[in-house]
Antibody
Framework: QVQLIQSGAEVKKPGASVKVSCKVS????????MHWVRQAPGKGLEWMGG????????IYAQKFQGRVTMTEDTSTDTAYMELSSLTSEDTAVYFC???????????WGQGNMVTVSS | DIQMTQSPSSLSASVGDRVTITCQAS??????LNWYQQKPGKAPQLLIY???NLETGVPSRFSGSGSGTDFTFTISSLQPEDIATYYC??????????FGGGTKVEIK
């Protein structure tokens, strides 16, 4: 059974960076195409980026290009999402999501609340 | 970018009612359309993938249909535990992957 376990809530100041982790169990991180989705308070779901197995590359939403980096540590089966130059607009719950087919999210982490406040 | 227009944004129905949600894509997305259920404070849960395929363990009262640009999600008989927000999501021709705006379903 696949589980995605995310790190705890974070509070950051504007201009700072945040790195959120997503530990995979039941599979190896390379067997899953990991994506990241965020949800601002009271708002809908917003895709940030993820691994495209067809190209073998990580793809990012244009909105976050240059500000987000998604990586994987195969030794610990953990995926990471780092977002820099934070503003209050980045206050949101950040989810890792994955599945057998890239773009179909059978599995979700529990979510990480990231609060950006001075 | 492909835009997903979901309607209605909210609805109120009685237990046992048939509930229908629509999702329209701004261009042909073939069969690359999924539906998710999200309950408050929880992560979304995949209900239907590739338009009409029910995820394992999902009750058969949930169904999906459509093709091209127009898609429909149906709950055949609304139950109290179905109170949630539902999202459509396309994954054709990434990036980007996009979600609909969501439909909040409440009990009347």
């Amino acid at each position: 059974q696949v589980q995605l376990i995310q790190s705890g809530a974070e509070v950051k100041k504007p201009g700072a960076s945040v790195k959120v982790s997503c530990k995979v169990s039941g599979y190896t991180v390379t067997e899953l195409s990991m994506h990241w989705v965020r949800q601002a308070p009271g708002k809908g779901l917003e895709w940030m980026g993820g691994f495209d197995p067809e190209d073998g590359e990580t793809i990012y939403a244009q909105k976050f290009q240059g500000r987000v980096t998604m990586t994987e540590d195969t030794s610990t089966d953990t995926a990471y999402m780092e977002l820099s130059s934070l503003t209050s607009e980045d206050t949101a719950v950040y989810f890792c999501a994955s599945g057998g087919v890239s773009g179909v999210f059978d599995y979700w982490g529990q979510g990480n609340m990231v609060t950006v406040s001075s | 970018d492909i835009q997903m227009t979901q309607s209605p944004s909210s609805l109120s129905a009685s237990v046992g009612d048939r509930v229908t949600i629509t999702c329209q894509a701004s261009q042909d997305i073939r069969h690359y359309l999924n539906w998710y259920q999200q309950k408050p404070g929880k992560a979304p849960q995949l209900l239907i993938y590739d338009v009409s395929n029910l995820e394992t363990g999902v009750p058969s009262r949930f169904s999906g249909s459509g093709s091209g640009t127009d898609f429909t999600f149906t709950i055949s008989s609304l139950q109290p535990e179905d109170i949630a927000t539902y999202y459509c999501q396309q994954y054709d021709n990434l990036p980007p992957l996009t979600f609909g705006g969501g439909t909040k379903v409440e009990i009347k």
